[in-house]
């Protein structure tokens, strides 16, 4: 069982003492990785029509997760850098590529991208990206990603994108791992078509069917689950001991990895939740 970290930037609120504290915590403490969300825009929720119905506002803090990896990338030598997820649709394909690209090479192929087409209209807007075409866009970014990762000249003709006889240079030296995440049924179909994994979160009950979902599509799909990724962020788990338990709980339903979640939970410093990370690690290696 994987075993990664959340870094909390909702409140560390930009602190760069943050990134470098809790990051080095997390690979001396032997985590698995380092789980970025994404957000670029913030938006009041207030008279929206439609109503903006996710948890973030205004208020709350995102480092861009690429800026972050690459200083992450100089001060950490093992842990898995991921986003979980990064909203794809709403970026420039060509140049996520070679951000990631980038990325990838500056931390020795330590790079994990979750993507999804996430939930706030107004930061699309803000971004010039029609929301309504998100999960069609996302599907063709992925095919040409990977294309541009691998191939020195790339020629493309899509829906959205139309590429003649050009690249990224440098390319990574390997096929950059992407996940999908996400809580409906377009999701999970896009997870088993297209992902190398795919990132749960919310209810365990639900994360559970979202599992089950997902590996029936598998093999509908004609895949093997066998290096497939099955990752639960751990957005309920407020204690160690729920930790453990959830973790228990997701291994058992056929999971490969858990992210811990260090926000919501009472901490009001960046050494908290270092100390946090530290007993969670130690009730997780005692169980």
Not at 77 to 102: C, F, H, K, N, Y
Not at 115 to 130: C, F, K, P, R
Not at 168 to 184: E, H, K, L, M
Not at 248 to 258: D, I, K, P, S
Request: some cysteine; aromatic content about 8%.
């Amino acid at each position: 069982m994987k075993l990664g970290v959340v870094y909390p930037q909702n409140e560390t609120h930009g602190d760069p003492r943050g990134l470098r504290e809790i990051g080095l915590a997390a690979e001396e403490l032997g985590f698995d990785s380092l789980l970025f969300y994404d957000h670029v825009v913030g938006a009041e929720h207030a008279d929206r029509e439609p109503p903006l119905w996710g948890p973030y506002t205004e208020d709350d803090s995102f480092h861009d997760p690429f800026v972050a990896f690459g200083y992450l990338a100089g001060i950490t030598s093992r842990i898995e850098l991921a986003t979980g997820i990064l909203i794809l649709p709403q970026r420039q394909t060509v140049l996520a590529a070679q951000q990631a690209a980038d990325a990838d090479l500056l931390s020795g192929g330590r790079l994990r991208i979750g993507v999804g087409t996430g939930w706030n209209w107004v930061e699309y807007d803000a971004l010039g990206v029609e929301f309504a075409h998100r999960g069609a866009r996302l599907d063709e970014q992925i095919a040409l990603m990977r294309r541009l990762w691998d191939e020195p000249l790339v020629t493309f003709e899509g829906r959205f994108h139309t590429l003649e006889r050009c690249c990224i240079n440098p390319r990574p030296n390997r096929q950059i791992p992407i996940w999908v995440g996400g809580f409906s049924e377009a999701a999970f179909r896009r997870g088993s078509r297209l992902g190398d994994g795919f990132t749960f979160a919310g209810n365990p009950d639900d994360a559970i069917a979202g599992l089950g979902r997902v590996r029936e599509l598998l093999s509908e799909a004609g895949r093997d689950e066998d290096g497939f990724g099955r990752e639960l962020i751990l957005t309920r788990a407020r204690t160690p001991e729920d930790v453990v338990a959830m973790t228990a709980r997701w291994r058992a339903a056929g999971g490969t990895g858990v992210s811990v979640l260090t926000q919501k939970a009472g901490l009001d410093s960046i050494a908290a939740h270092v100390d946090y990370l530290g007993r969670v690690k130690s009730a997780l290696d005692a169980g």
